[in-house]
């Protein structure tokens, strides 16, 4: 883990900053009642301990996740920063993973609003990791022809989820559209969450989440323990750093045993 720091240290300092920011949109004034009124869906634990995502209550298999959750919201409420892309070198990383686990754990601050979006269209997941169905897909939201209110299913009482309940036929054209823009600020507008988390694609699968970035204010990635290289890692965050902040590097899969005591 070490030489991992050290390594990206090293490359971070043979790239010039740039500074850029992405601040949010304006605020307005919430529509009365419109966070009150989305249906609330309950969780089965079953569900959740089968795909990993621990961090629903306070025990001992979320420490590492509320380490991360206060990590994560420190540096964001520092900057001023209320979007936050999560993705990854390659796929099969465990970025869902992370992104339940950090949109839950959240969910146990009690003056926070957070609300996950699914925006691995090709590859969508979270709907799987919660146990959440839908009848309408993503793009019938984006597109308008279904209003967020019947789609948005809030999971804790400070927590919603936008998932996208199959594979898009045709991702890029969604991730490429001016309406992106245009939903999110809207999403922002009418529910004023503090937090939003994106699930993005693997950095190095495509130009989706490229694409997507622009619409953040910072990005975590999540690389795999024994299976990424640090040369995927290194061109993952030269990607990432091309269009938003990069917040941090997550380690996941890595052995308790390889962790050295301080």
């Known amino acids: 883990m070490e030489k991992l720091q050290a390594a990206l240290a090293r490359a971070r300092s043979q790239r010039s900053d740039t500074g850029q920011t992405h601040p949010g949109p304006k605020a307005k004034p919430e529509a009365p009642g419109a966070w009150d009124d989305l249906p609330r869906v309950h969780l089965s634990d079953a569900t959740l301990r089968k795909h990993r995502v621990v961090s629903q209550a306070p025990d001992t298999s979320s420490a590492s996740f509320d380490v991360l959750r206060t990590k994560t919201l420190l540096q964001m409420q520092q900057n001023g920063w209320s979007r936050l892309a999560i993705t990854s070198p390659e796929s099969s990383s465990g970025k869902t993973t992370i992104a339940c686990n950090l949109a839950l754990g959240l969910g146990r601050t009690n003056n926070l609003r957070t609300i996950l979006f699914d925006f691995d269209l090709g590859d969508p997941s979270v709907h799987q990791f919660l146990g959440l169905e839908s009848r309408h897909s993503l793009r019938s939201i984006l597109n308008g022809r279904v209003p967020l209110s019947d789609h948005l299913q809030r999971v804790r009482e400070n927590v919603g989820v936008v998932i996208s309940p199959e594979p898009e036929a045709d991702p890029n054209k969604l991730i490429l559209s001016d309406k992106i823009g245009e939903f999110l600020d809207s999403v922002q ?45 290194d061109v993952c965050e030269r990607e990432v750093a091309e269009s938003t902040n990069v917040l941090g590097v997550v380690l996941n899969g890595c052995h308790p045993s390889a962790v050295k005591a301080e």
Not at 201 to 230: M, S, W
Request: proline share 4%; with cysteine; glycine share 4%.
């Open 189 to 233: 507008d009418t529910y004023k969450p503090d937090v939003m988390i994106f699930d993005l694609p693997a950095i190095l699968g495509g130009d989706r989440a490229r694409a997507f970035l622009k619409n953040t204010d910072c990005a975590l990635i999540v690389a795999l323990a024994e299976k990424t290289r640090f040369n995927q890692l």
